[in-house]
């Protein structure tokens, strides 16, 4: 009896084991990773096949909403035509523009008026003033929202609004929601008439960060014609000039026009899926026909369906750009293919700059980031560390014309796993008051120096490197 039980219960462990690496071979993409997994339930057939259950497989495929636009020459794509974009852009980022529209068949809106703002100092007092005057509709997405000095700037503005009779939204992600306690949800649910809800909550006792899919997305939209988009969190380390214990730089857009009513779409798909109810947002109601300004368009990514987008769109800028590309982000441990790409634009002569923090505010993300310098420095490519405060800014620039901005870090987690959305625009005039502000991140930074990196530390560098995907 007790052989023919071992017996039983070897046979449950091999079905269970060919069940959930069948799973694994049909569901998971990524090579590494189903390697991984597969090595792990077959060494434990228990242990591994519950861990893949509970935090192996993704539970976010989200049915997109059938609003998005299917078209594809290059005139319907922006809206003009080939003779009329040569005279704006170079004729190589056409290249672009289809790639882009593969990617994501989402057409440039036209006519959108976009503005950068550095810091809380400037981005929260507009912020603010813009939902005191709401009188229809205001829609807040954010990471992260604390309950500190900065997430109390909102309150006031936040019952105006309620006082004029819009309809305000809050969604908030589950993880970055608890970054202050107590959070900002019981101070807002106390705010009668206005709806929160929380991206994908932890199910478990304890909050695991690092195997959680984040909504990392930032998207402020008031009365669906003024926004704000980007990378900014509300929180109190972004008052620069209130010299806050754990200062942030960082910037966002104040973004106006039909190009709006792109992000308000995205609010609505996450909301729909955090809070199970639907709304009509008023951006879909607002249509400019001003076809002067900045062509954009808003680029989603998530595990849900949209994956890899950013991370193909930035691939093709690498492979497009002919002289220059300058980026900007807190943390950069892209895979090899990024890696690779950056590498083979410096060898075609494109000058490649990245701008880094010279301090993470993570642990090990310096030591992880440092173990691609050599080989980089190695072909050409410039890379300058900003002195504190610690910069959160995310920017890609290609030939002075192409902008990618938003909320995604070049990483593993927010190129794979993250729910994550960026902003693509055109704009020579931009890109100059771009460029200017990189100069200026660069002129407060230094440069890292290609250098024969001691044993010892290439050994603690390459190690936290093989933690990329759990920053």
């Known amino acids: 009896m007790q052989i023919f039980s071992l017996s039983l219960a070897g046979f449950l462990y091999l079905i269970l084991q060919i069940s959930v690496s069948i799973h694994v071979i049909l569901h998971k993409e990524d090579v590494k990773s189903s390697i991984g997994w597969i090595g792990l339930v077959w060494l434990s057939p228990l242990l591994g096949s519950v861990l893949y259950v509970m935090f192996?497989?993704?539970?976010?495929?989200?049915?997109?909403?059938?609003?998005?636009?299917?078209?594809?020459?290059?005139?319907?794509?922006?809206g003009k035509t080939l003779d009329e974009i040569a005279k704006e852009i170079p004729a190589s980022f056409l290249q672009l523009l289809r790639l882009g529209h593969k990617v994501h068949p989402q057409n440039f809106d036209l006519g959108s008026k976009i503005e950068p703002l550095l810091?809380?100092?400037?981005?929260?007092?507009?912020?603010?003033?813009?939902?005191?005057?709401?009188?229809?509709?205001?829609?807040?997405?954010?990471?992260?929202?604390?309950?500190?000095?900065?997430?109390?700037?909102?309150?006031?503005?936040?019952?105006?609004?309620?006082?004029?009779?819009?309809?305000?939204?809050?969604?908030?992600?589950?993880?970055?929601?608890?970054?202050?306690?107590?959070?900002?949800k019981t101070v807002l649910r106390k705010l009668k008439g206005l709806e929160f809800a929380v991206f994908l909550p932890s199910k478990y006792p304890i909050n695991l960060p690092f195997v959680n899919l984040r909504n990392h997305r930032k998207i402020m939209i008031i009365d669906g014609q003024t926004a704000f988009f980007g990378g900014m969190n509300i929180a109190k380390g972004n008052l620069i000039k209130t010299k806050p214990k754990d200062p942030i730089v960082d910037i966002t857009f104040k973004v106006e026009g039909n190009v709006?009513?792109?992000?308000?779409?995205?609010?609505?798909?996450?909301?729909?899926?955090?809070?199970?109810?639907?709304f009509t947002p008023v951006a879909f109601e607002k249509?400019?026909?001003?076809?002067?300004?900045?062509?954009?368009?808003?680029?989603?990514?998530?595990?849900?369906?949209?994956?890899?987008k950013?991370?193909?769109?930035?691939?093709?800028?690498?492979?497009?750009?002919?002289?220059?590309?300058?980026i900007v982000t807190?943390?950069?441990?892209?895979?090899?293919?990024?890696?690779?790409a950056l590498e083979v634009a410096a060898m075609r002569g494109v000058e490649v700059e990245i701008i880094l923090p010279s301090k993470s505010n993570i642990f090990g993300m310096d030591y992880a980031m440092a173990a691609n310098f050599n080989n980089l420095l190695q072909r050409g490519i410039k890379i300058y560390q900003t002195k504190p405060p610690f910069d959160h800014s995310k920017i890609m620039i290609v030939d002075g014309v192409w902008i990618l901005a938003g909320s995604a870090n070049w990483d593993v987690r927010s190129f794979k796993l993250n729910f994550e959305s960026a902003m693509e625009?055109?704009?020579?005039?931009?890109g100059r008051?771009?460029?200017?502000?990189?100069?200026?991140?660069?002129?407060?930074?230094?440069?890292?120096?290609?250098?024969?990196?001691?044993?010892?530390?290439?050994l603690v560098n390459n190690a936290f490197r093989l933690l990329t995907p759990y920053y």
């Open 56 to 78: 192996g497989i993704n539970r976010v495929r989200r049915k997109a909403l059938a609003l998005r636009n299917q078209r594809h020459n290059i005139k319907e794509i922006t």
């Open 119 to 184: 810091n809380g100092d400037e981005a929260y007092p507009k912020m603010c003033a813009a939902i005191a005057l709401a009188k229809e509709e205001v829609l807040i997405q954010s990471y992260i929202f604390d309950n500190d000095a900065a997430g109390k700037m909102f309150i006031e503005p936040i019952k105006q609004a309620l006082q004029n009779g819009a309809k305000v939204r809050v969604l908030v992600d589950g993880v970055g929601l608890n970054y202050s306690r107590p959070n900002i």
């Open 260 to 278: 709006v009513g792109q992000m308000a779409r995205l609010f609505l798909e996450d909301w729909a899926f955090a809070s199970k109810k639907t």
């Open 287 to 308: 249509v400019s026909n001003n076809v002067g300004g900045t062509p954009a368009r808003i680029v989603p990514q998530g595990p849900d369906g949209d994956a890899n």
């Open 310 to 326: 950013i991370e193909a769109l930035i691939a093709g800028a690498l492979s497009t750009a002919q002289k220059t590309i300058s």
């Open 330 to 340: 807190p943390y950069f441990l892209p895979e090899n293919n990024i890696l690779d």
């Open 425 to 430: 625009f055109f704009d020579p005039v931009l």
């Open 433 to 458: 008051e771009i460029q200017k502000l990189i100069e200026t991140k660069k002129h407060h930074s230094r440069a890292v120096k290609l250098h024969n990196t001691p044993l010892l530390r290439r």
